[in-house]
C-alpha cells in the first residue's frame, strides 16, 4: 500500500472518509484476475422434461488409445482439431439430469466423488444446477465403467444418491457382477485392450463396489434393451464398448433426445472415421459396427443427442458428409427458450 | 398437496416434527424444474492475461438479411445446420473481458443494459464473472453499431463504466459522429441496406448517445489501423461491415487471439460460404472481401479468434475445407488450464 493510500485509509478507519471511498479507486488500480470458471452445467427442455447436462471433468487420454487408424493419421487429426497437447487429447466426462416433473432422473454419475484432479466434479455441477443428490429418484448407467458408475459414492464410501434406484442393463450386470465374471469375461474374449490381466481381479472388484450400498438396500435393478424404465424413457441396446452397454430414448411430447453414453470418445477423430474406436472397447468390432449404425440413425432422423465423452454439454446434432463420415453440430449456448 | 401431505405438514407445523422432517420427502417425491440457465461467461487464459467470453443474448434476425446467396439456398443451409426457427436464425452477441494484471479492457459493450429481452445482459453477466463495471478501466469499441455500444449506459442513462475510457477508429468516430455525418454517409453511399432513408438521422442520433456522458467527461479516445492501444492490444482494420470497424490483437507470453468484431454473423452459413453478407454492412464488397482475408489469414495462422456473433462463448479455431470453405472449431469446455 503506498503512503497515500495508507493516509486514505487512516482517513476513512477514523471515519473521515467512508470506507467505501476507497474501494473503486483501488479496485480501478488493478483488479485482481478472478480465475474462476463458469459451473459446469447447461440446461434445455425437451417437451416438458428439464434436461441438465453435468460436468464431471475431463480426462487427458493417450492418442495411441485409438485404433483401426495408423498412429501419425489420428495425431495429425488430433492436431488439426486442436485437441492434441503433448501426445493427449482432452475428452469430457458428463452426465445427464433429466426432470420428467414427477422423476429426478440422472443418467450415469461420472467419477468417485470430490477428487482434486480433472474429474470428479458432478457433485459440484449437481448442486450449482440448483439440486441435491438426496432428490434423485432414478440413476440409470448407460454401462458400469467407473467414470459412470464410480461417482454412486460419496468420498465416505456411502450411496451418493440415498434415494435412487440405480439401473442397468441385465446384460451388463451380467457380464461385471457375477462371483466368477473375470474367468468368464476371459473366457469369452472381452478384456478390452487398455486392461492388462493381473488388473483383471481388481477391476471386476473396483467395478462392483459403487453398487454396494444400493445393493444392499435393495435398489439396484436391470433392464432388457428396448424396455420403457420410467415414463418417457426407453433404453436402447449400444452393445459393444462394453458388452451390455446401453443408450436412453428420452421422449416428451414428440421431442426425442437420445442419450448415447459411449459411442464417441473423440469427436475430432471418430465423427469422421466412425472406424476408429478407443482401447477401452471390450469387442472392437461390435463397438465400430454400433458407432456406425447409431451415427446413420442419427443423421437421417436428425435425432438431439447426448454423449458421454463429446464436448461439454456434448449436446446436438450429427449431419453426413457422405458416406461413412459425419459432422458433430453442438447446441448453441442461449437463455432455456421452449 | 395429499391428505397424508397435509397431516405431516400440520404435525410439522404444530412441532411435533421437525420442518426439515417434510423437506426431503416432497423434494423426492416431485423436485421442482430449477428452470435457470448457466451464467453467461467462459473464461481461459492467455499467456498471462484472463480472457473472459461475456454473454450479452442473442438476436433471432431474418434469414433474408443474408445476401449474395440464394434466398432458398440461405434456408436450407441453416436448416441443415439445426439454426433455422420460423424464417430465422439465432445470433449470439458477445463481449469480451481482458485482465492484462494491471488493466481491466472490455472490447465492446452489447446491447442497451437491462432489457428483459433476448440481449442487453452483459452487465449480468458481468457480475457472475466476478467483475464489477466500475472496476473496467478501458472500454475497446469493434464499431459502434447499438449491439457493440448500446451497452455504455446503465438503465439510467449515465455511464455505466464510470472509470473507463472508451477506445473507437478514428475512422469510424468520423463516419459516425460529426454533426453532418448522415449527409456525409448519403454522399458516400455507405448506408446499409437494413436502414431506409428516413430512419438514418435518428440512427446517427442514436449510435453518439452511448458515447455522450464519456466524451463529456474527457474520456473517448480514438485509434489508427494497426495502432498498439495499450499493452498487448493492437488494432487491426477490418473495414466493410462499418468504415472504421475494427480488429484487435491481443499478445501475451507470445499467445495470441484476434477478437474479429462483426466478421461472420452466422456461423452456420458464412464460414462455409464467406462471400454471403448480412444487410448491415456498410459497404457489402469491402466487408466479403475482408471476411475472406481474415479467415484465409486466421486458418493460415493457426490463430485463436474470438468473434461477436459466433455462437457463445464465440472463442475457437478456424480451419480451410479447402479453397475459399472454412470451418468453426469452437474451444472446448474446461477448468482453467494454462
Known amino acids: 500500500m503506498s503512503i497515500s493510500a495508507r493516509l486514505?485509509?487512516?482517513?476513512?478507519?477514523?471515519?473521515?472518509?467512508?470506507?467505501?471511498?476507497?474501494?473503486?479507486?483501488?479496485?480501478?488500480?488493478?483488479?485482481?484476475?478472478?480465475?474462476?470458471?463458469?459451473?459446469?452445467?447447461?440446461?434445455?427442455?425437451?417437451?416438458?422434461?428439464?434436461?441438465?447436462?453435468?460436468?464431471?471433468?475431463y480426462f487427458d487420454l493417450d492418442a495411441n488409445l485409438l485404433y483401426n487408424m495408423p498412429s501419425e493419421a489420428i495425431r495429425s487429426r488430433l492436431?488439426?482439431?486442436?485437441?492434441?497437447?503433448?501426445?493427449?487429447?482432452?475428452?469430457?466426462?458428463?452426465?445427464?439430469?433429466?426432470?420428467?416433473?414427477?422423476?429426478?432422473?440422472l443418467v450415469d454419475a461420472g467419477n468417485p466423488s470430490g477428487s482434486d484432479g480433472s474429474a470428479g466434479h458432478l457433485l459440484v455441477h449437481l448442486k450449482a444446477a440448483g439440486y441435491a443428490p438426496e432428490q434423485v429418484d432414478a440413476v440409470l448407467l448407460t454401462h458400469l465403467h467407473g467414470d459412470h458408475a464410480g461417482g454412486l459414492l460419496n468420498v465416505a464410501g456411502k450411496a451418493l444418491f440415498p434415494n435412487a434406484t440405480i439401473y442397468m442393463s441385465k446384460t451388463e450386470a451380467d457380464f461385471w457382477l457375477p462371483e466368477d465374471a473375470a474367468k468368464r469375461a476371459i473366457a469369452r474374449g472381452l478384456i478390452p485392450k487398455a486392461m492388462?490381466?493381473?488388473?483383471?481381479?481388481?477391476?471386476?472388484?473396483?467395478t462392483k463396489a459403487p453398487l454396494a450400498p444400493y445393493e444392499a438396500a435393495g435398489r439396484v435393478k436391470t433392464f432388457e434393451d428396448g424396455e420403457r424404465i420410467l415414463p418417457g424413457i426407453r433404453s436402447l441396446a449400444a452393445h459393444?464398448?462394453?458388452?451390455?452397454?446401453?443408450?436412453?430414448?428420452?421422449?416428451?411430447?414428440?421431442?426425442?433426445l437420445l442419450i448415447w453414453g459411449d459411442i464417441v470418445h473423440s469427436a475430432a477423430v471418430q465423427f469422421a472415421q466412425p472406424a476408429v474406436g478407443i482401447a477401452f472397447d471390450s469387442d472392437d468390432k461390435q463397438a465400430v459396427a454400433t458407432r456406425k449404425a447409431i451415427l446413420k440413425r442419427a443423421a437421417r432422423?436428425?435425432?438431439?443427442?447426448?454423449?458421454?465423452?463429446?464436448?461439454?454439454?456434448?449436446?446436438?446434432?450429427?449431419?453426413?458428409?457422405?458416406?461413412?463420415?459425419?459432422?458433430?453440430?453442438?447446441?448453441?449456448?442461449?437463455?432455456?427458450?421452449?
Open 240 to 256: 459393444g464398448h462394453t458388452p451390455g452397454h446401453a443408450g436412453f430414448e428420452v421422449e416428451s411430447n414428440k421431442a426425442k
Open 79 to 105: 492436431a488439426e482439431r486442436f485437441n492434441l497437447r503433448d501426445g493427449k487429447f482432452q475428452t469430457a466426462v458428463n452426465a445427464y439430469l433429466i426432470n420428467t416433473g414427477t422423476k429426478l432422473v
Open 8 to 57: 486514505l485509509f487512516l482517513a476513512a478507519a477514523l471515519g473521515f472518509l467512508p470506507v467505501y471511498s476507497l474501494l473503486p479507486a483501488a479496485a480501478r488500480a488493478e483488479a485482481p484476475q478472478v480465475n474462476t470458471q463458469a459451473p459446469g452445467f447447461y440446461r434445455l427442455m425437451l417437451g416438458a422434461f428439464e434436461v441438465t447436462a453435468l460436468y464431471d471433468g
Open 196 to 206: 492388462r490381466a493381473e488388473q483383471l481381479a481388481s477391476v471386476f472388484r473396483a
Open 301 to 338: 432422423e436428425k435425432l438431439l443427442i447426448a454423449g458421454m465423452h463429446l464436448p461439454f454439454p456434448g449436446i446436438g446434432h450429427v449431419v453426413t458428409n457422405g458416406g461413412e463420415s459425419y459432422e458433430w453440430i453442438p447446441v448453441e449456448y442461449s437463455p432455456i427458450r421452449e
